[in-house]
Nanobody
Framework: QVQLVESGGGLVQAGVSLRLSCSTS????????MNWYRQAPGKQQELVVA???????NYVDSVKGRFTISRDNAKNTVYLQMNSLKSEDTGIYYC?????????WGQGTQVTVSS
């Protein structure tokens, strides 16, 4: 049974930082590429960043230089360090693995950035 539990969101002012965590179970984490998506109000779901099993990363342009994804294979956890937050970063953030037979999603964690 695959479980994804996102945490670390909150209501913050623009310019501050947050660190999101996604704890996983039920997958062979070290063999899974991991992704962070976000769902902003009134917008389509957006892939924010992906990290391969080898640690290669790919960020959407809007977060380059501000967000950093990392993974801890020993803890089956992926992180998203978000610095210099902007109001447009507001949304529900989800992590999801790639390459499985079906998509799995957690409950997400809400990030609200006030300007």
């Amino acid at each position: 049974q695959v479980q994804l539990v996102e945490s670390g969101g909150g209501l913050v002012q623009a310019g501050v930082s947050l660190r999101l965590s996604c704890s996983t179970s039920g997958i062979i984490f070290r063999l899974a590429a991991m992704n962070w998506y976000r769902q902003a109000p009134g917008k389509q779901q957006e892939l924010v960043v992906a990290i391969t099993t080898g640690g290669n990363t790919n960020y959407v342009d809007s977060v380059k230089g501000r967000f950093t994804i990392s993974r801890d294979n020993a803890k089956n956890t992926v992180y998203l360090q978000m610095n210099s937050l902007k109001s447009e970063d507001t949304g529900i953030y989800y992590c999801t693995p790639s390459g499985l037979a079906r998509a799995y999603w957690g409950q997400g964690t809400q990030v609200t950035v006030s300007s």
